[in-house]
């Protein structure tokens, strides 16, 4: 195969800031200049710089037996709270790319249609320089639930207990681990945990695969609805019936049905992400006049591409078509999609943003907005790539077959998406598979950008401070809270938190099950400041960008920046030392 047509991209200049007009004041700020123009960058595979020291040994160990707790359901403590103390409202996209919302893009409208989550945007805090803490579903999710690197639990990938080996390396992960569930019940929280999971699964069919240490009402959530324990906790399908798979035993409280699609709210052809949403309306107007923390988890925008045929319909008719969709690297076979147009994808991202505007509405027309902080992010970037090395049946098909398979896809193997200008996607180290939307509402904020880097360790420390609850930094001990910069008074587009600039923001894979499973390295990467160093631990070679300058990742500068190669080399080698299987914080 042969590389496709490039695509023009625009320079890697600063974007002018965006207008957040609200009801609160707000500093006059002095205009940016227009940005220029520049051809798009077409995702290719670059020569590496070799390491000239060791290869690390990142080796998982393995997990300190000890006996585990059977799962019981806390009893609720009486509500004790005061009225200074706030309810958070975290909504999680899964898959959700940062350039799918059209106010990370230089334009500020993009191809998909988000009225609501722009809305939400111009009451709030917007971080530019956000991350995921894994480009994968269930690491990141296990990170985001307790402030901690996945590498603390020896997650290499998704948690899945069809495999001994996955089970044994998973299993730091226990009843015992602090989590958001369990630190806001602690204060008298109302918790509701609805939709997807993903941090852990029951297997029926294997009852000794099975764990007690990895379910919501064992993390801290009075209720947990519409959690999926399939395999890697996705649906089989969007649309009713869902089939989602049968939890072993699970406790009285969860909202769980009987048959093949064992949550059963909903009828034929009801569409999942409305069903969810529903759900959480119902909670935030049965909660109201407790302190509550709901966490709605959205199966959108992942895989099976799905939506109400109307909806495709009406998207097929306005978005544009070109005659080269997809990018082949000649290198690896990897394939990357460059456009923004799938009619599928576009219905979901409306629902998925419908989904934002009815949970806003509930807390307006229940009178609680004014004492409520709404998160808004993901669990990791979109899927815009895959490779021939994880999908080995693309090997043996035509350059024709292979852009109709990962244009109309098989379950979650279509691509549905582009992250450009940001390079590949889901599984990668990149930008691309890393940089996610996070968008923070609270009440005593006034709405602005900022380019603080900040990673999904943050939103549990985050949500506690937010909230008036204290902070757990032996708990959440790879997490800032993001308060200062959603609470300052000043909003110049920066980063006003030093702190937030020079500290080190670690992704690591020590095992092979990426090159395995997906086509992807066994990679680590680490950002400090305006830069970022990848890992390559499959060919012992680095990738250095200046990521404010270039985030696109074209420009390798590993070879003329030695000096910072070698510092981030010996900070990475000695983070992942820290932290993997670790307790201990490493700064």
């Known amino acids: 195969t042969t590389a496709l047509t490039e695509v023009p991209t625009e320079a890697p200049t600063t974007k002018p800031r965006r207008d957040m007009s609200t009801k609160k004041p ?23 710089t070799p390491m000239p020291t060791k290869k690390p040994q990142c080796t998982i160990r393995p997990p300190t037996k000890k006996p585990r707790p059977k799962p019981t359901m806390p009893t609720k403590k009486p509500r004790n709270l005061n009225s200074s103390f706030k309810n958070v409202v975290l909504v999680l996209i899964d898959d959700l790319g940062q350039k799918d919302i059209g106010i990370y893009l230089e334009d500020e409208k993009g191809e998909y249609n988000t009225p609501s989550i722009d809305q939400l945007a111009s009451m709030s805090v917007v971080f530019d320089n956000a991350y995921a803490s894994y480009p994968l579903c269930g690491p990141s999710r296990v990170s985001l639930l307790t402030g901690r690197y996945p590498a603390r639990f020896d997650i290499p990938e998704n948690p899945s207990f069809d495999d001994p080996c996955l089970r044994r390396k998973y299993e730091t992960f226990g009843p015992d681990t602090e989590t958001i569930g369990k630190a806001f019940k602690k204060h008298g929280y109302e918790t509701t945990y609805i939709g997807k999971w993903g941090a852990g699964a029951y297997r029926d069919a ?29 649906v089989m399908s969007h649309k009713f019936p869902y089939k989602t798979y049968k939890p072993h035993i699970p406790p009285s409280n969860y909202k769980v049905g009987v048959g093949e699609s064992y949550y059963t709210n909903g009828t034929h052809g009801t569409y999942l992400v409305d069903q969810l949403t529903e759900e959480a309306v119902q909670v935030i107007e049965n909660s109201k006049d407790n302190p509550f923390l709901l966490v709605l988890s959205h199966y959108h925008v992942h895989g099976p591409l799905q939506a109400p045929e109307e909806e495709v319909e009406k998207y097929s008719k306005v978005l544009p078509k070109f005659p080269t969709e997809y990018q082949i690297d000649p290198a690896d076979g990897t394939i990357t999609k460059i456009h923004r147009n799938n009619p599928t994808q576009a219905a979901m991202m409306e629902a998925m943003d419908r989904s934002v505007g009815q949970v806003m509405d509930a807390l307006k027309t229940n009178g609680i907005l004014d004492k409520t902080v709404v998160i808004f992010t993901s669990d990791n970037g979109g899927k815009s790539t895959v490779s021939s090395l994880g999908y080995p049946k693309l090997k043996g098909m035509t350059k024709g077959e ?18 450009l200008p940001l390079k590949y996607g889901k599984n990668w180290m990149y930008e691309g598979g890393i940089r996610v939307p996070l968008i923070v509402y609270d009440p005593d904020t006034v709405p602005s950008v900022s380019q603080c880097p900040a ?7 985050t949500m506690l401070d937010l909230a008036g609850l204290p902070l757990m930094p032996d708990k959440h001990i790879d997490g800032y809270s993001l308060k200062s910069e959603v609470q300052r ?23 092979n099950l990426g090159k395995a499973i997906y086509g992807t390295p066994s990679s680590s990467a680490i ?23 270039d985030e696109g990742e074209e420009n390798d500068v590993s070879e003329t920046r030695s000096d910072v190669v070698e510092s981030l080399n010996t900070t990475l080698r000695l983070l992942i030392e820290e932290v993997e299987g670790s307790d201990v914080k490493y700064q």
């Open 206 to 234: 294997d009852p000794s695969l099975n764990t007690e240490g990895s379910t919501p009402w064992v993390h801290g959530f009075d209720t947990s609805i519409g959690v999926s324990f399939y395999r890697y906790g996705n």
């Open 527 to 549: 950002r400090r400041g305006k830069w970022k160093m990848i890992y390559n631990n499959d060919e012992n070679s680095v990738e250095l960008f200046n990521i404010i300058e």
């Open 489 to 511: 008074v000043n909003s110049p587009r920066m980063c006003q938190n030093k702190t937030f600039m020079s500290r080190n923001i670690l992704w690591h894979n020590g095992s």
């Open 455 to 461: 990673t999904g360790t943050d939103i549990f420390p």
């Open 402 to 419: 292979k852009l109709r398979w990962v244009r109309e896809g098989a379950g979650s193997g279509a691509l549905g998406t582009s992250n």
């Open 26 to 48: 707000q500093p006059t700020k002095k205009p940016r200049p227009t940005p220029t123009k520049k051809p798009r960058p077409t995702p290719t595979t670059k020569p590496r």
